[in-house]
């Protein structure tokens, strides 16, 4: 068996965006452009960048919601990138998406009850006769009443809703869950609150996480690993901690200047990338980045570095990233990233939002 649930290995996702009169593909958008990485039981993997990175299209690709391009999926050690809808099936289960907004991925005219029935039935997890116990069950774990299942989507606040979006997806007993953007839809407090659920279940029920965010501040409390995209590449993956403290790639060291920090001690350097994201429809040849990174040199313009490892796990994609002046602590320290954030972690762990 694979020491791994999920392995994905140069997924490619080109879209057309514009086709000539005889269908034939004059425009494509690169979104994805071959990413790999692995997931490991109990773990959580963060997807991180700005908006259009490609980091979205990835969750989508492995849930199979989009065919990819190229490249493969394995999940639970099986290669199901080529399965049909039917094959795919019993996949499906293990797999779960969680969305960025609770109140349009829930059907309002169905009762919360109903909601967290169907995927019960859809599956044939547990008989008829217990699903109503499965359903209370469900809303308990997600700190929730049994009560609640009578009620609709309407009723209850965002950070309520998204509980009950959890509860779903935990109902066919997933292996892996992607979070998509599960809590930038939601105030400041109630985001501690998502966020310390999201540890509780993965540490009774040993759940996998592909955590997607551009907020780094977030990711800092949730992942165990990180991988940086920039218009469709990883440029930098390895353990989180590792990863913030001590970031190599320039992409990820401007990503990382620009977490907004409130106290006023924490002085830093503030690493500013020229210019806006190139469009995905023409990226710059090469590395991706050399139209805005400082130390972009000649190479950078025609040849796309490898993402090269250390051999500690910690990999970057850049030319001269073991060359480029180290840079620590661009983040402050434990405990100084942003103190209301930090006290509502520890604060609200297992209440109802
Ligand atoms: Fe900058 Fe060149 Fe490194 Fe790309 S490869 S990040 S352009 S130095």
Redesign the pocket.
């Known amino acids: 068996m694979s020491q791994f649930v999920l392995a994905v290995d140069d997924l490619v996702k080109h879209f057309v965006a514009k086709r000539s009169a005889f269908g034939r593909s004059l425009a494509t958008v690169k979104a994805v452009d071959g990413v790999s990485f692995t997931l490991r039981p109990g773990e959580t993997l963060a997807l991180v960048g700005e908006s259009g990175c490609g980091k979205s299209t990835v969750g989508r690709l492995v849930m199979r919601l989009i065919e990819p391009t190229a490249g493969r999926i394995v999940l639970d050690g099986e290669d199901v990138t080529a399965l049909g809808e039917t094959a795919f099936r019993p996949f499906r289960r293990k797999v779960q998406l969680i969305f960025q907004d609770p109140f349009a991925s829930l059907n309002p005219r169905m009762t919360v009850g109903e909601i967290l029935s169907e995927p019960l039935m859809l599956h044939d997890i547990v008989p008829a006769r217990e699903r109503r116990r499965r359903v209370g069950e469900l809303l308990q774990m997600v700190g929730l009443q049994p009560s609640h299942a009578a009620r609709y989507p309407h009723e209850f606040s965002g950070g309520q809703r998204q509980r009950i979006v959890i509860a779903r997806a935990l109902a066919v007993e997933p292996r892996i869950v992607i979070c998509d953007e599960p809590v930038s839809a939601l105030d400041v407090s109630i985001r501690a609150q998502i966020l310390n659920l999201l540890k509780e279940l993965q540490a009774r029920l040993g759940l996998a996480y592909v955590f997607i965010s551009h907020d780094l501040s977030v990711v800092k409390h949730i992942a165990d690993r990180i991988a940086v995209m920039y218009l469709g590449r990883i440029v930098e993956t390895g353990r989180a901690d590792e990863v913030f403290a001590t970031p190599r790639?320039?992409?990820t060291r401007a990503l990382l200047s620009a977490i907004p920090v409130a106290s006023p001690e924490a002085r830093r350097e503030r690493r500013i990338l020229e210019g806006d994201v190139p469009s995905p429809l023409d990226p710059p040849p090469g590395?991706h980045?050399?139209t805005r990174?400082p130390?972009?040199?000649e190479i950078?313009q025609t040849q796309r570095?490898a993402l090269d490892d250390d051999g500690a796990g910690h990999a970057t994609a850049?030319?001269?990233?073991p060359t480029l002046p180290e840079q620590r602590d661009i983040l402050p320290a434990e405990g100084k990233i942003d103190p209301r954030l930090e006290r509502l972690f520890g604060a609200f762990a297992g209440t109802e939002a």
């Open positions: 790639h320039p992409y590395c980045l050399h990174c130390y972009a040199a950078c570095p850049c030319h001269f990233w």
